[in-house]
């Protein structure tokens, strides 16, 4: 059993910044990245950030410049700081495990996502 829980969001100004973090428990043997993913009234869900255990990332290209994605080596939380914030990335927010609670068993776990609305 893995839960993921993230807390940060809220309403902000166009152009403004917000900090979203993502805990991670239970059993957790290994984890091979961590993401933020996100998802709009009537739109697919989108991979925003992601960062894997060797400390590569990958963004969105709409978000690349102003979103960063971190985590300290060894902790089981990730963050993505969100600056110069656009109505375009109102969505709830997802945050995304992927990683293994035992030696064999393999996840893909989810949080239960956090709001995050842009609008003057």
């Known amino acids: 059993q893995v839960d993921l829980v993230e807390s940060g969001g809220g309403l902000v100004q166009p152009g403004g910044s917000l900090s979203l973090s993502c805990a991670a428990s239970g059993s957790i043997f290994r984890i091979v990245a961590m993401s933020w993913y996100r998802q709009a009234p009537g739109k697919e869900r989108e991979l925003v950030a992601s960062?894997?255990?060797?400390?590569?990332?990958d963004y969105l290209d709409s978000v690349k410049g102003r979103f960063t994605i971190s985590r300290i080596s060894g902790d089981k939380t990730v963050y993505l700081q969100m600056n110069s914030l656009k109505p375009e990335d109102t969505a709830v927010y997802y945050c995304?495990?992927?990683?293994?609670?035992?030696?064999?068993?393999?996840?893909?776990?989810w949080g239960p996502g956090t709001q995050v609305t842009v609008s003057s």
């Open positions: 960062r894997n255990s060797g400390g590569g990332v």
């Open positions: 995304n495990m992927r990683g293994y609670e035992s030696p064999l068993n393999w996840g893909d776990y």
